[in-house]
């Protein structure tokens, strides 16, 4: 199973928007609206922060939302801060109980 | 409350196996899925298989079938992953991660445990 295609990096500065694609075949995403997105700081675990395509966790802030279109899945972080710099992952269900991970995104706050 | 707290550092050489333990507290063990997720130095999640605690089933990756075996004991909360045949490409940092459905998103974490292989 191939990876899911990010970009490998993007920018923003602060307060503003970015979007973060995730990109696979009608395999990879299965036909199933189980996307979900994770953000990782060096050295720390990766943290939930979308989930079921659009879907937050308790507690994860509402600048971050989710959307998917075909087989191209979107991070939307609105609002900018300096804590958002870390690097992003999606991931789908792809049947089974299996998983497939994107390659992850480094996003950097400018 | 909820946590799941990984084994130490292992460093082995090539073709040894290594065996990294995953110990859940604070919620029912048998609810939930248990994933394994590695990341190479530098590199990106690559999922590894997962295991029911209720009945045992796994799943393994297409890529490390073969080599990988995960098991569980009810008795103390706890999952185990074994690798053999070591290669230094398996180097990374292994995560367990829990999930309510077979299908759901992963929502805790362990904190992750660093394999190194090298001669």
């Known amino acids: 199973q191939s990876a899911l295609t990010q970009p490998a990096s993007v920018s923003g500065s602060p307060g503003q928007s970015i979007t973060i694609s995730c990109t696979g075949t009608?395999?990879?995403?299965?036909?199933?609206?189980?996307v979900s997105w994770y953000q990782q700081h060096p050295g720390k675990a990766p943290k939930l922060m979308i989930y079921?395509?659009?879907n937050r966790p308790s507690g994860i802030s509402n600048r971050f939302s989710g959307s998917k279109s075909g087989n191209t899945a979107s991070l939307t972080i609105s609002g900018l801060q300096a804590e958002d710099e870390a690097d992003y992952y999606c991931?789908?269900?792809?049947?089974?109980?299996?998983?497939?991970f994107g390659g992850g995104t480094k996003l950097t706050v400018l | 409350q909820v946590q799941l707290v990984q084994s130490g550092a292992e460093v082995k050489k090539p073709g040894a196996s290594v065996n990294v333990s995953c110990k859940a507290s604070?919620?029912?063990?048998?609810?939930?899925?248990i994933h394994w997720v590695r990341q190479a130095p530098g590199q990106g999640l690559v999922w590894v298989g997962i295991?029911?605690?209720?009945?045992?089933?796994?799943t393994y990756a297409q890529k490390l079938q073969g080599r990988v075996t995960m098991t569980r004991d009810t008795s103390t909360n706890t999952v185990y992953m074994e690798l053999s045949s070591l290669r230094s490409e398996d180097t990374a940092v292994y995560y367990c991660?829990?999930?309510?459905?077979?299908?759901?998103?992963?929502?805790?974490w362990g904190q992750g445990t660093m394999v190194t292989v090298s001669s």
């Open positions: 991660a829990r999930c309510w459905g077979v299908d759901d998103a992963f929502d805790i």
């Open positions: 604070g919620y029912t063990f048998t609810n939930y899925y």
């Open positions: 295991i029911n605690p209720s009945g045992g089933s796994t």
């Open positions: 009608s395999s990879d995403f299965g036909g199933y609206d189980y």
């Open positions: 079921d395509v659009s």
């Open positions: 991931s789908s269900y792809t049947g089974s109980g299996t998983r497939v």
